[in-house]
Each structure stands twice: as C-alpha cells, then as structure tokens.
C-alpha cells in the first residue's frame, strides 16, 4: 500500500502563519496606500451590505444562499452578494460622485490557487467618467501596490510583469486574430447578435475544439480561456478591452462599433485582476439581459436568481459612469510572490467546510 500524504497544518498553527505573515503584512501595507490613492482623489470609501435580495445576475456566478426570519416567523430567501456593484450603482443614483469600497464578496463552486469562496473585491466608480479614466487608475494603482510592497516586479508562479510599464491595450477583436487566427467581429452582426456556426467554423479552421451543442458564448468563452488569457500580461499588464455586447451584461455599447461594449480586463502575468465596464444605464436594455443570462443560468444549472428591482429602478436615474472591480487577494497576491490566494487572506475558510 502507498502512504496517504499528512494532511497540511491549518493556517492558525504557529509554524504555518509565521510563514504567511509577511504576505499578511505586505497586504495590510498595500490596502493602506490603496486606501490613501483614492483619498487624494476626492473618492468616498463606501461600506455595503453583504446580504442582498439578489446576488448579481451573471450565468456563471454562483451565490451562497440564506434566509432571514422577521418577527412573524416569515422567511425570506437571502443571498451573500457575489459583487457590492448593485449597491454601488444606487449610492451613485442618490448622488455621490467618485466611491470606492472593499468589500469581502462571495462565490460558491470556487476554490483554487486564485480562488476562495470568500475574498475581498476593491470596486470604484466614477460619475460623468469614461471608462478609459480606469485603464488610468488601473496603471496607476499597480505602480503603487509594488513600491509599496517593495517590489519591482509582479510574479506569480514562472511568470513575471513590470508594474511601472505602461500596459498594453489590446481590443478582444486583436487578440482574437493575434492568438487564434479568429476574425471575431465577422461573427458578430451590427445589432450585437452573433452567429454560431461562423465561430464554429472559424474555430475549427483554427484547429480548435468544437462540440455539437456548444454555444457561440461556449465558443467564445474556449477561445478567450484556451488561446488568449494565457499570453496577457508578460513583461507589462494588459488592458483587453472591447468585448462583444453578448459578453458584457452590464456595459454599454461602444459609440464607435455598436458590435463591442465599453469593458475592459486588467491581466498581468497571465492572472486577471479587474472587470470595468462603462456602465449600462438604460433599464429595460438591463432588464433585457438580465433575462437573457438567468435563461442560461436556468438551462446549464438548473437554477436562476431574482432580480433586484430596486436596483432597476435606481438604474433608471443613475448617471452616466464607469466603474471597475478589481481582486484585492490577487493583486497582493502578484506583488509579493504568493503561490495561493490563501496565502494572503488572513483567516481562509477551512477546506473542510467545502
């Protein structure tokens, strides 16, 4: 018989956590600063609650479940919020300007080297904005979190990135042709619908993988994983921007091609960082999409989540903005050399509990 490997120490032993600490050190340094970058720039630190009415609805987020029991005895069905975006968006619509909030957030099915079912999200916003104002506050803040860890270098695993470079800005549509050899625009017609056959097809003359009932988002989504996110990030971050209206729920469309949406991704060392968007403020269109991924949700999980009405309402006098959520864990994570996003969290929930 081969002897079972000892199970690892809990974090709380002494030898494990003086092991962590430095990370744990670096990180409370790094939220510090962060916190004083948004000061000087006349942000609001904003504080959400964790219990909402609706998680967020994306297809392929999964929200932790609860209830809350009033004095009748009544029951109501709660979730742990997946994102503080919602609650963000209506402090925008009552009128503040320029917020941020670290929020602890929560996903369920998640646990790896990059990710926990509880983590910390950095989210910021910007009334009357473009959304290019993040790719700014994106570079900006990764110079920062590195000089403040003492650092010169972003690093996860055998890959590295400079922090002080200026990222690249890369469209989806580049990268797509760039990495695969796909013209993804050829399948997207100018009303944002997109054609599965012509993905397939290019796909499959790419050399690519391609199942019977995959999707065009399927298609797209391989694509991204397999041939694109892998080289973003290296010697210098990358901003991938422009992404299908079909892949942008929550964004509005570009003015400058009506087949694309104003989000972008923060990618360094391969590793993504941050989702920003130039936010949709037409509340139909939302109620729209947000049928459109609960359908998916429903048809690939068998479940869906309801919608936060208060949230559309508030949606309808929100003014235009941009705004950005970015993984506190994992950008600690890529100043200081951590191996696993535990490695930076202070007190992670234990495996056995999953």
């Known amino acids: 018989m081969t002897a079972k490997?000892?199970?690892p120490s809990p974090w709380w032993t002494?030898?494990?956590?003086?092991?962590?600490?430095?990370?744990?050190?670096?990180?409370?340094?790094?939220?510090?600063?962060?916190?004083?970058?948004?000061?000087?720039?006349?942000?609001?630190?904003?504080?959400?609650?964790?219990?909402?009415?609706s998680p967020g609805n994306e297809a392929h987020l999964h929200a932790f479940r609860t209830e809350a029991i009033g004095h009748s005895g009544v029951a109501t069905q709660l979730y742990l919020h997946t994102s503080p975006e919602f609650a963000c968006k209506k402090l925008l619509s009552a009128g503040e300007k320029r917020?941020?909030?670290?929020?602890?957030?929560?996903?369920?099915?998640?646990?790896?080297?990059?990710?926990?079912?509880?983590?910390?999200?950095?989210?910021?916003?910007?009334?009357?904005?473009?959304?290019?104002?993040?790719?700014?506050?994106?570079?900006?803040?990764?110079?920062?979190?590195?000089?403040t860890a003492g650092t010169d270098r972003l690093v996860h695993r055998n890959s590295s990135c400079d922090p002080f470079a200026t990222p690249e800005r890369l469209t989806v549509a580049e990268a797509f042709e760039r990495h695969a050899g796909i013209d993804l625009l050829a399948t997207i017609a100018s009303d944002g619908a997109t054609d599965r056959q012509g993905l397939a097809q290019a796909m499959a003359e790419s050399g690519l993988r391609v199942a019977a009932d995959d999707t065009w988002a399927d298609l797209f989504s391989r694509v991204l994983v397999e041939c694109v996110?892998?080289?973003?990030?290296?010697?210098?971050?990358?901003?991938?921007?422009?992404?299908?209206?079909?892949?942008?729920?929550?964004?509005?469309?570009?003015?400058?091609?009506?087949?694309?949406?104003?989000?972008?991704?923060?990618?360094a060392c391969g590793v993504e960082l941050a989702n920003a968007f130039g936010e949709l403020t037409d509340a139909a269109e939302?109620?729209?999409?947000?049928?459109l991924e609960m359908a998916e949700k429903q048809r690939v999980y068998g479940e869906n989540y309801p919608l936060d009405e208060d949230f559309l309402s508030a949606l309808a006098i929100m003014p235009e903005a941009s705004g950005i959520a970015l993984g506190f864990d994992r950008l600690v994570m890529l100043?200081?050399?951590?191996?696993?996003?535990?490695?930076?969290?202070?007190?992670?929930?234990?495996e056995t509990a999953l």
């Open 14 to 53: 002494p030898d494990v956590h003086a092991d962590r600490r430095p990370f744990l050190l670096a990180r409370n340094r790094v939220q510090a600063a962060l916190r004083g970058f948004f000061a000087e720039r006349d942000f609001i630190e904003v504080d959400t609650a964790t219990l909402q009415v």
């Open 99 to 147: 917020i941020a909030c670290f929020a602890h957030v929560y996903r369920n099915r998640e646990r790896g080297p990059l990710h926990h079912p509880e983590f910390t999200m950095l989210e910021w916003y910007r009334a009357g904005e473009s959304y290019e104002a993040l790719m700014d506050d994106c570079a900006d803040i990764l110079a920062l979190a590195a000089r």
């Open 229 to 267: 996110e892998p080289k973003l990030g290296f010697d210098r971050a990358t901003i991938l921007c422009e992404y299908p209206v079909a892949e942008a729920a929550l964004a509005r469309p570009s003015p400058r091609d009506p087949r694309v949406a104003e989000r972008f991704e923060l990618y």
């Open 286 to 291: 939302q109620r729209r999409r947000f049928g």
């Open 5 to 7: 490997s000892p199970a």
């Open 335 to 350: 100043v200081t050399g951590a191996l696993r996003i535990d490695q930076v969290i202070w007190a992670p929930v234990a």
